[in-house]
């Protein structure tokens, strides 16, 4: 497969391609590298359950609100513009994390808001301006995504679990250490992209304001209650994976317990990898139909939430102890 890739495919698109991916896999890894710590670091500066759901909720507020215009701004400014802003806004956000004051937490919350909004737009934008102004062919581009989901959605995020885990763990640095290191491959990839990447913009003839596209959006979700229904359900979706994000860890560790976080994220990031490969092959099969995959992924999803209610209840978590290993309970969570 790799050998054909290189004889049908020219040089200067594979090394295009490889300078995106590698950028891409370090603005990943800078953003997967502070996952397992985010609500751990909270807990070590002595914040309860509610101070950090406040943080979390400005995180998330802040890359909503911020992620109806990033786009619109990223095309009037530039592509490139938006990635580097994306670099400093979360290079910022790791500072922060040395300080354990309320105040100044949430700040960087805010920053990592903005920067996640940057991330899932900039980039892809810029990729596919730059594929079609250097004149490559259309199908390239769909290997190039797929290979920077691989990378960045998976195999970084497994190694970005397993590094995090080495540093907090086996070398003592303490839960601000993934952050810091976080910022030195933002860092990295910042400076790539300021000497290597072009600039490229929007199209100036959509000058469709933030406030139009809304009503837009409004009059489709209104008129067709195919949209309506879609979108219900994905918010819904995501709602439970949000809840997931921000109480995993206080889920295995109830008493304080010191469990591994980055390990226990790296097992989780495998099993989406094993979950995607899954999906395709059940997918590709004929006699399966969307509506039909999507009543199984609600109903298993509900499953597995459901498991830390029925441990918690059956009394598996009272056990543990502050900095003792994980419970009994915890591990069965883990299974889940």
């Known amino acids: 497969m790799g ?16 300078s995106y991916l590698f950028v891409y896999s370090l603005m990943m890894a ?13 807990q070590h500066y002595g914040y309860t359950t509610g101070d950090i759901g406040k943080l979390f ?7 909503m609100i911020f992620g109806t215009v990033v786009g619109s701004m990223a095309d009037k400014y530039g592509r ?3 990635a580097l802003t994306y670099v400093v806004t979360y290079i910022a956000s790791c500072i922060t994390k040395h300080w354990s004051d309320y105040g100044v937490l949430m700040l960087g919350r805010f920053f990592g808001g903005i920067a996640t909004s940057l991330l899932f737009t900039a ?7 730059e594929h079609f102004k250097r004149g490559y062919e259309a199908e390239w581009l769909d290997k190039t995504f797929a290979k920077a989901i691989f990378l960045g959605n998976g195999l970084v995020s497994i190694v970005s679990g397993l590094l995090a885990n080495y540093l907090v763990t086996d070398m003592s640095l303490g839960p601000v250490a993934p952050f810091d290191a976080a910022a ?28 139009q596209g809304m009503k837009q959006a409004y009059e489709a979700i209104k008129n067709d209650k195919k949209v309506f229904y879609l979108g219900a359900m994905q918010s819904l979706f995501e709602a439970s994976m949000y809840s997931f994000v921000f109480l995993w860890t206080p889920a295995l560790g109830p008493n304080g317990e010191d469990i591994p976080h980055g390990m226990i994220f790296a097992t989780m990031m495998v099993a989406c990898m094993v979950g995607s490969s899954v999906a395709s092959r059940i997918m590709s099969r004929s006699d399966m ?5 999507m009543q199984l992924v ?14 918690g209840n059956m009394g598996f978590m009272t056990e543990g102890e502050r900095g003792g290993s994980m419970t009994f309970g915890g591990r069965i969570q883990m299974l889940a």
């Open 80 to 82: 490139k513009n938006a």
């Open 123 to 129: 980039f892809e934008s810029w990729l596919v301006a």
């Open 57 to 63: 909720i400005a995180g998330f507020g802040s890359s």
């Open 30 to 42: 800078g953003d997967w590298l502070q996952g397992p710590y985010v609500y751990a670091l909270y």
């Open 289 to 293: 139909k969307v509506e039909r995959y």
């Open 184 to 211: 030195v491959f933002l860092a990295i990839g910042g400076v790539v992209i300021m000497f290597s990447w072009t600039e490229n913009k929007g199209d100036n003839s959509d000058n469709t304001s933030v406030q």
């Open 3 to 18: 050998t054909r890739e290189k004889v049908t495919m020219p040089q200067n698109f594979m090394a295009f391609r490889n």
């Open 298 to 311: 609600f109903f298993a999803s509900a499953a597995s939430l459901a498991v830390p209610v029925l441990v």
